[in-house]
């Protein structure tokens, strides 16, 4: 009798097994939100792995190969937040035109990327630079892993980009070392890097902060700001999170304090930020966004009078409200006050909503937009041969992509990855 039991439980347990549920309904691209096509593609990337189905095997027709051999695109990627099957890598596997070597181990052991020790990824980097396999590269290209959306550049144009021997990091419009900077740290960059900043810093070109989710160049200029990383990590965790003197030196008194109270943590933006400061020769960063663009380009200063600011009651309640309190109103050109200081600079982005917390331009304190409905369709799909479609807004087609770091562009990012898993990514469209 207990076989019989046993015999009837197990097939019960194999007949539930053999249910799959219905695949989540995939939202049509011109009656759905940018909010929705992300959240529909979230739900469809989960049921795929739940049914250990692939997903987004050829996100776009694969570019041809380079010829050479020698240039790698690294990307870090651990659980539980990254797997080398999910989409985004897969889509980077099939867009990139050169190897592509995902890491998952340091020191031969599994690791993870969670809270602060997402400062791991240097010391993975480096290991795997130094092993064996990882020697035979010349040329590096590193990425974040999951939120990367590739152009297919070529290995020739990296190498060339990175001719003069200097690390070139991708630009952000905000500056951020693992907090928001105050006006003394800004300050000390200009003091250090004036001819950087005196190419501006508005909403011409904005992008002049350093962002660590990007960067590439020859093997010793990539080693030498992982040598730099390491030591400089090493060096905190030795204090106990306080910063080093020759960090203090860089950072505000207030940071420094914070550090050691344990306050503030120094991330990899962070020691990125430091090698920049202290090498500034060394260092190039992608203010015209010809190698990466940032997808969270869209903000507004505060002192901007050129349009309306309101207290945002439209967006209900949550972590998303909170993030975005301020309603925004451009006004048409015509009624720009005439004495405004930006009065002859380009127009502040189209945006419904301000996130709610200041963040650190080069021209002052501002806030980023919130939505992104209202640009999305100046990005566009182009195709100039064979090979995938590349994203491109205006006028801008980074050699090697797009980084959809924070929170604002997140949804847009999924929606866009969405397009070339379902096959929507149509040259002009």
């Known amino acids: 009798m207990g076989a019989l039991r046993w015999l009837a439980a197990a097939l019960r347990l194999g007949a539930a097994a053999s249910r799959v549920a219905p695949r989540p309904p995939i939202p049509d691209r011109a009656s759905s939100t940018i909010e929705e096509r992300s959240n529909a593609f979230r739900r469809d990337t989960k049921w795929h792995l739940k049914y250990n189905v692939s997903f987004c095997d050829a996100a776009a027709a694969a570019p041809p190969p380079d010829a050479a051999g020698d240039v790698a695109w690294l990307v870090v990627c651990t659980p539980p937040s990254c797997a080398p099957d999910l989409p985004a890598i897969r889509a980077l596997r099939a867009r990139s035109r050169m190897p592509v070597v995902v890491l998952e181990t340091l020191g031969g052991e599994a690791t993870e990327m969670r809270g602060q020790s997402r400062s791991r990824k240097v010391r993975m980097l480096r290991e795997y630079l130094n092993s064996a396999p990882g020697q035979r590269w010349r040329h590096v290209v590193y990425s974040d892993a999951m939120d990367v959306l590739a152009n297919p550049g070529n290995a020739a144009a990296v190498v060339a980009a990175a001719a003069g021997g200097a690390l070139v990091v991708a630009g952000e419009p905000a500056c951020w070392v693992g907090d928001v900077c105050d006006a003394e740290e800004v300050a000390e960059m200009r003091r250090r890097a004036p001819a950087h900043f005196s190419r501006g810093g508005g909403y011409d070109r904005p ?3 350093l962002n660590s989710g990007q960067y590439a160049g020859s093997r010793s200029a990539v080693l030498a700001f992982l040598d730099y990383a390491v030591a400089t990590l090493d060096a905190m965790e030795a204090r106990r999170g306080a910063l080093p003197p020759d960090l203090a030196a860089l950072f505000s008194g207030r940071r420094a304090a914070l550090a050691a109270e344990g306050g503030f943590r120094c991330s990899d933006q962070c020691v990125l930020t430091a090698y920049w400061m202290t090498h500034v020769d060394r260092v190039a960063v992608d203010v015209d966004a010809r190698i990466f663009g940032s997808l969270k380009r869209f903000f507004v200063l505060d002192d901007d009078d050129r349009g309306a600011r309101a207290p945002n009651a439209s967006r209900g309640g949550g972590a998303a409200a909170a993030r975005a309190a ?14 405004s200081k930006y009065a002859d600079a380009p127009a502040p982005p189209a945006c ?6 200041a963040k650190a331009f080069a021209g002052g304190p501002g806030r980023f937009c919130g939505d992104y409905g209202a640009v999305a369709d100046e990005f566009a799909w182009a195709c100039g041969g064979p090979g995938p479609p590349v994203l491109s807004f205006r006028g801008l087609a980074p ?6 770091n924070g929170h604002a562009p997140t949804h847009f990012f999924q929606s866009l990855l969405a397009d070339l898993c379902y096959g929507r990514a149509a040259c002009g469209g």
Do not use: M, S, T
């Open 399 to 404: 050699l090697l992509g797009w980084h959809g």
């Open 207 to 209: 992008a002049v902060f």
């Open 352 to 357: 419904g909503w301000l996130e709610a917390e």
């Open 326 to 339: 301020v309603a925004w109103r451009a006004f048409d050109a015509a009624d720009w006050p005439p004495r």
